[in-house]
């Protein structure tokens, strides 16, 4: 059987939600990753098929690639994977997404653009919710200005019932926490302090939240393809409820997001892998429900005038989907942006972030249609 799409990573639950809603729409996926049980679900479509796949591997990666028939593969592991996968692609000839490299990452992966180009491949970096819608509404908003001075972007979330529900892989948010991130500040990348307060903002259908500074790719790919306009100042930030941050707080502290082996009766444990074992054992309670904005704040001049744009992206449980909350709009998101390079929607080769090659008109329709919605100064466009 061949294949329309590889989704490396589809055992865990962004790769599950991206394949989900790639074989929903009608396609046929190999789903790649080390535990097939995870996807008992997904293994009934007929479209469907398992390989076991370890990113470690990259010889054997690229073999079973090409053996699949597909011409793009869609990498939801953990981010340090991505280089893996990307050498992967180079070698079987396959286009390629992810989810994001938050920074150091991303730098790393634009290395790979004279590679890519060679191949006459697409590499699309941060095809995620944010990085990913954020960077889509982002271009929107900049293409309505003569110049731009300030983007503020982030993300913020709660849930009707206030139980500890991991919000996504406990990885990105352990390295986000920690990470000392880097900001644009006055036209120059410059390093603060992991996780420093920014305040307590409110945000659309969710009430007023502490955000905090973290590592982000979205501060380097604006400089990049925004630094023409004139940007000089982007800061990220991130909105947690309360309830959910002092757990996660609590969990960094305690040494269990560590990646340091322990040595527990001759065996070397990692704690960050044992913490994510159990909390994926974590159900969420009946009727749990989640809101999550995805925004920006663009500042910038038009016609020689001060202009303000905000973009808000409102995410909320939907209906067969309960199992992984707000947690769609990341899977989802890479879903279609790997569908419309199937459909030669995006034409951009070589290493590329969706502010550059993703169609704002059309990306924003495949979302509404999966009732994401988008806002453009409180006024829904989508």
Avoid at 27 to 38: E, H, T
Avoid at 254 to 274: T, Y
Wanted: contains cysteine; charged residues 30%.
């Amino acid at each position: 059987m061949l294949f329309d799409f590889v989704v490396l990573g589809a055992t865990g639950e962004e790769g599950n939600i991206t394949s989900k809603d790639l074989l929903e729409s009608g396609y046929s996926v190999l789903l790649c990753g080390r535990n097939k049980s995870r996807i008992k679900t997904l293994l009934k479509y007929k479209k469907a098929k398992f390989a076991y796949v370890d990113l470690n591997n990259i010889e054997k990666t690229a073999g079973i690639l090409k053996k699949s028939g597909a011409k793009i593969a869609v990498n939801c592991a953990e981010l340090r994977m991505n280089i893996n996968a990307m050498k992967a692609c180079l070698i079987s000839g396959l286009h390629y997404l992810d989810l994001g490299g938050l920074q150091e990452m991303t730098i790393q992966q634009y290395k790979f653009d004279k590679d890519f180009k060679k191949r006459k491949l697409t590499a699309l970096l941060g095809c995620g919710s944010t990085p990913g819608i954020s960077n889509v509404m982002a271009a929107y908003a900049v293409n309505k200005m003569d110049s731009v001075e300030h983007i503020e972007v982030g993300f913020a979330w709660d849930s009707n019932i206030k139980k500890f529900i991991l919000p996504y892989s406990i990885e990105s948010i352990v390295h986000e926490l920690t990470t000392d991130p880097i900001v644009l500040d006055n036209g120059k990348f410059k390093k603060t302090k992991a996780c420093t307060f920014e305040g307590a903002l409110k945000f659309r259908e969710i009430k007023k939240q502490n955000t905090y500074c973290i590592v982000h790719s979205e501060v380097f790919t604006f400089k990049r393809y925004f630094g023409k306009k004139g940007l000089k100042f982007v800061h990220y930030k991130a909105g947690f409820p309360e309830h959910s941050f002092k757990v996660l707080d609590a969990i960094i502290k305690l040494g269990f997001g560590s990646k340091e082996p322990i040595n527990i009766n001759g065996i070397n444990l990692r704690p960050i892998d044992f913490t994510r074992e159990v909390l994926k054992k974590i159900d969420r309670p009946k009727g749990y429900k989640e809101t999550e904005d995805i925004w920006i704040k663009v500042y910038g001049k038009y016609g020689g005038r001060p202009k303000k744009i905000e973009m808000d992206c409102l995410v909320k449980t939907l209906k067969g989907w309960e199992d992984v909350g707000s947690n769609i709009n990341t899977g989802m998101s890479i879903s279609i942006m790997a569908q419309m390079l199937n459909k030669n929607l995006i034409k951009k080769e070589g290493i590329t972030a969706p502010e550059e090659a993703v169609p704002c008109k059309s990306f924003f329709e495949e979302l509404a249609k999966r009732k994401m919605y988008i806002y453009e100064n409180n006024k829904r466009i989508n």
